[in-house]
Every structure is written in structure tokens, then in C-alpha cells.
């Protein structure tokens, strides 16, 4: 069974620095791997997405992330945070041919001046 | 722009009231999902749907039903509410993997 770990549950960082959230996966086989953001009271919305193919991966709003193999990783980054970056962060991990994902539990992000 | 609709943003029910949640979408999506969203718990999949009138359990199904009659819509069915079923409620219809999500129900059981 498919598996998604996001170890920060909370990450606090000051406007303009760098940004690493990290997400580990499990499964056996090549997986999909997506990153969503979720804004206060509202749904979730598609940050970048893996599917094959270059492992570097650019998405909306400034943000990347890098599939890792070796270390079953799809860590998001952001090289300069804005204050509207403060959100709760999603990973999650789905199979080729299936459509349903596994979320990991989220990691909030706070933005402090 | 690809829209999911969730008919209610709040709701507030008694125990033991059946309760239906709504959700359509316009991107002629074959696949739906009803998840559930409690803080530390992430999104747990509750039921989902690949065509109409399919559908397979997820991971905490118990309690809950679905309808899916039309390819628009899918239904969440809490047969006899309970105060363990308070929660934020999403839907999500997909395409090759990516999800448009919609904007929740948070639903309070009283």
C-alpha cells in the first residue's frame, strides 16, 4: 500500500527566506506525486505534480520540487517565501493507472515579518 | 476554468439526521472522491467513484454512503449522523492524476 510522510507539522519561516517541505513516499514501484496547497477555509489547490520524465519539477507560484528516488523524497521549495505563502501544505503519492492519491497529513506554514 | 461545487459551506445537523452532501462538476470528469479532513489526520478517502453509478470504498467508508446517478454529481450520504462526524468534508473530481478539489463543507454535528 501506498504511503506519504510529511514530518513537519509545522514550519515557521520569515518573509523573503528559503522554504524546504519535506515529503517521504512509500511504494513499490515508480509513483505519482503531487503537491497541494490549502489556503484558510478553502479546497485544496494543485501546486506542481510528478508524473516521469525530469525529476526536477517547476509549478505555480514560484514553487519546485525534486523527486528523489534513492531517498523517496519530493521535497517542495521556494527560493524567496511571500506573507501569501502562509497556507497548509499537502503531499501526496498516487499509482500509475489509479486514480486515487493518499495524502500525507499536511504541514502548516507560517510566514512571520 | 474547471470548477467542483460543493452545495453548502457550513452545515449544522442533530444526531441521528440523515445528511446529504452535494458536489458537481463541469470538466466531464469520470473520476470523484469524497474525502474527509481532520487537523493532524490529514485527507482520509471515504468513498470514490470511477463512472456513474460505480463506486468503491476508501479507507473510513464506515458510516457513509454514496450516490453517483449522474456523471456530474456524486453524493455523500451520512445514513444517521453522529457527533463523530463532524468534520470538513471534501470533494475532488480528476483527470490523469490531477485533482480539482472543491471548497469544502464543514459539517458540525450537534
Given at each position: 500500500a501506498q504511503s506519504v510522510t510529511q514530518p513537519d507539522i509545522h514550519i515557521t519561516v520569515s518573509e523573503g527566506a528559503s522554504l524546504e517541505l519535506r515529503c517521504n513516499y512509500s511504494y513499490g514501484a515508480t509513483p505519482y506525486l503531487f503537491w497541494y496547497v490549502q489556503s484558510p477555509g478553502q479546497g485544496l489547490q494543485l501546486l506542481l505534480k510528478y508524473f516521469s520524465g525530469d525529476t526536477l519539477v517547476q509549478g505555480i507560484?514560484?514553487?519546485?520540487?525534486?523527486f528523489k528516488r534513492s531517498q523517496s523524497s519530493f521535497n517542495l521549495r521556494k527560493p524567496s517565501v511571500h506573507w501569501s505563502d502562509a497556507a497548509e501544505y499537502f503531499c501526496a503519492v498516487g499509482a500509475h493507472g489509479?486514480?486515487?492519491?493518499?495524502?500525507?497529513?499536511?504541514?502548516?506554514?507560517?510566514?512571520?515579518p | 476554468d474547471v470548477k467542483v461545487t460543493q452545495s453548502s459551506r457550513y452545515?449544522?445537523?442533530?444526531?441521528?439526521e440523515k445528511v446529504f452532501l452535494e458536489c458537481v462538476q463541469d470538466m466531464d470528469h469520470?473520476?470523484?472522491?469524497?474525502?474527509?479532513?481532520?487537523?493532524?489526520?490529514?485527507?482520509?478517502?471515504?468513498?470514490?467513484?470511477?463512472?456513474?453509478?460505480?463506486?468503491e470504498k476508501g479507507d473510513i467508508p464506515e458510516g457513509y454512503s454514496v450516490s453517483r446517478e449522474k456523471k456530474e454529481r456524486f453524493s455523500l450520504i451520512l445514513e444517521s449522523a453522529s457527533t463523530n462526524q463532524t468534520s470538513m468534508y471534501l470533494c475532488a473530481s480528476s483527470l490523469n492524476g490531477g485533482y480539482t478539489f472543491g471548497s469544502g463543507t464543514r459539517l458540525t454535528v450537534v
Amino acid at each position: 500500500a501506498q504511503s506519504v510522510t510529511q514530518p513537519d507539522i509545522h514550519i515557521t519561516v520569515s518573509e523573503g527566506a528559503s522554504l524546504e517541505l519535506r515529503c517521504n513516499y512509500s511504494y513499490g514501484a515508480t509513483p505519482y506525486l503531487f503537491w497541494y496547497v490549502q489556503s484558510p477555509g478553502q479546497g485544496l489547490q494543485l501546486l506542481l505534480k510528478y508524473f516521469s520524465g525530469d525529476t526536477l519539477v517547476q509549478g505555480i507560484k514560484g514553487f519546485e520540487a525534486e523527486f528523489k528516488r534513492s531517498q523517496s523524497s519530493f521535497n517542495l521549495r521556494k527560493p524567496s517565501v511571500h506573507w501569501s505563502d502562509a497556507a497548509e501544505y499537502f503531499c501526496a503519492v498516487g499509482a500509475h493507472g489509479n486514480e486515487k492519491l493518499t495524502f500525507g497529513t499536511g504541514t502548516r506554514l507560517t510566514i512571520i515579518p | 476554468d474547471v470548477k467542483v461545487t460543493q452545495s453548502s459551506r457550513y452545515l449544522v445537523k442533530r444526531t441521528g439526521e440523515k445528511v446529504f452532501l452535494e458536489c458537481v462538476q463541469d470538466m466531464d470528469h469520470e473520476n470523484m472522491f469524497w474525502y474527509r479532513q481532520d487537523p493532524g489526520l490529514g485527507l482520509r478517502l471515504i468513498y470514490f467513484s470511477y463512472d456513474v453509478k460505480m463506486k468503491e470504498k476508501g479507507d473510513i467508508p464506515e458510516g457513509y454512503s454514496v450516490s453517483r446517478e449522474k456523471k456530474e454529481r456524486f453524493s455523500l450520504i451520512l445514513e444517521s449522523a453522529s457527533t463523530n462526524q463532524t468534520s470538513m468534508y471534501l470533494c475532488a473530481s480528476s483527470l490523469n492524476g490531477g485533482y480539482t478539489f472543491g471548497s469544502g463543507t464543514r459539517l458540525t454535528v450537534v
